[in-house]
């Protein structure tokens, strides 16, 4: 199984600062046929579903604001919020899906300092 | 839009088998080319991917889950389900029902139900 890990646990950033989570897989998540890294992010607020961020390591989902991005490749991800606003306090998860069995990071709990 | 809900029994008596549906509303299980998933989260704690299912009735299943894990599909109802079967407090979580892109074959999951809470518990 690929195993994603996560850093930090939990961050603490004031407003308007930039807060950045890290990723790492335990194998590449690109594949080289389409030169796609398969890594998405999630948001998960407490009593929601998660809500799908970032695919393709990098591509943002319609509506998301674009003070969200991703970036990396291989085995080493980033999300990063820009500018942290009070509605972004949530967990954060990355998540592969190279291939069963999927797996999900250990999350990351993003408050306001 | 494309809504999911899950429906099925709060709570299950250990060994029992617990049985979930999702219905999908807003849109039809059969167009697209999308994979329809379960996932489920303890309390507390992370998400675990169970398995997936498309409309041809083709499944994969977590491997650690595979032994007990049967998904299936009635298109006529527009419904998927889970069932689990020798359930024990290990398996007490929120189970959601997703949706994943079919195209390359394997998707982020861009919708997901609100969830249901499943406790094992005599």
């Known amino acids: 199984d690929i195993v994603m890990t996560q850093s930090p646990d939990s961050l603490a950033v004031s407003l308007g600062e930039r807060a950045t989570i890290y990723c790492k897989s335990s194998?590449?998540?690109?594949?080289?046929?389409?030169?796609?890294?398969?890594l998405a992010w999630y948001q998960q607020k407490p009593g929601q579903p998660p809500k799908l961020l970032i695919s393709?390591?990098?591509t943002r989902e319609s509506g998301v604001p674009d003070r969200f991005s991703g970036s990396g490749s291989g085995t080493d991800f980033s999300l990063t919020i820009s500018s942290l606003q009070a509605e972004d306090v949530a967990d954060y998860y990355c998540?592969?899906?190279?291939?069963?069995?999927?797996?999900f990071g250990g999350g990351t709990k993003v408050e306001i300092k | 839009q494309v809504q999911l809900q899950e429906s099925g029994p709060g709570l299950v008596k250990p060994s029992q088998t617990l049985s979930l549906t999702c219905t999908v509303s807003?849109?039809?299980?059969?167009?697209?080319?999308?994979?329809w998933t379960w996932i489920r989260q303890p309390a507390g704690k992370g998400l675990e991917w169970i398995g997936r299912?498309?409309?041809?009735?083709?499944?994969n299943y977590s491997p650690s889950l595979k032994s007990r894990v049967t998904m299936s599909v009635d298109t006529s109802k527009n419904q998927f389900s889970l069932r689990l079967t020798s359930v024990t407090a290990a398996d007490t979580a929120v189970y959601y029902c997703?949706?994943?892109?079919?195209?390359?074959?394997?998707?982020?999951?861009?919708?997901w139900g609100q969830g249901t809470m499943v406790t094992v518990s005599s």
């Open positions: 998540q592969h899906y190279y291939g069963p069995p999927l797996t």
């Open positions: 194998q590449s998540l690109l594949y080289r046929s389409n030169n796609k890294n398969y």
């Open positions: 299912i498309y409309t041809s009735g083709t499944t």
């Open positions: 997703a949706r994943a892109d079919g195209d390359y074959p394997w998707g982020a999951f861009d919708i």
């Open positions: 807003g849109g039809s299980l059969n167009s697209g080319g999308y994979y």
């Open positions: 393709w390591a990098s």
